[in-house]
């Protein structure tokens, strides 16, 4: 069973960077499309970034085009958020979850795995 683990969340000052981690066991996540999504306190779940299994695929909210980067590292069964140019908006909770043989997509009850998330801060 594919098990997801978050880490690299902190405090930041705006204009800041980050660089969040979505590790896994138990299966490769080469078979999933993994996204990233952001839940600030009182708000919904939203999708921030996701890419797909076959990585021919991504999908950003406008919100963060330019400044936040998916990618993976097979070697490593780890995907990973480059987070730049932080802004207060940007505080929350970031979970990232999998979806398999997926494409790209901000579906969040169609992800099968969930990660506990990690807490990010952007403040001055």
């Known amino acids: 069973q594919l098990h997801l683990v978050e880490s690299g969340g902190g405090l930041v000052q705006p204009g800041g960077s980050l660089r969040l981690s979505c590790a896994a066991s138990?299966?490769?996540?080469?078979?999933?499309?993994v996204g990233w999504f952001h839940q600030a306190p009182g708000k919904e779940r939203e999708g921030v970034p996701c890419?797909?299994?076959?990585?021919?695929?991504?999908k950003y909210a406008d919100s963060v085009k330019g400044r936040f980067t998916i990618s993976r590292d097979n070697a490593k069964n780890t995907v990973y958020l480059q987070m730049n140019n932080l802004k207060p908006e940007d505080t929350g909770i970031y979970y990232c979850?999998?979806?398999?043989?997926?494409?790209?997509?901000?579906?969040?009850?169609?992800?099968?795995?969930w990660g506990q998330g990690t807490q990010v801060t952007v403040s001055s």
């Open positions: 138990g299966s490769s996540l080469e078979y999933y499309a």
């Open positions: 979850a999998a979806d398999v043989a997926a494409p790209a997509h901000f579906k969040v009850g169609y992800y099968d795995y």
């Open positions: 890419i797909s299994s076959s990585e021919i695929n991504t």
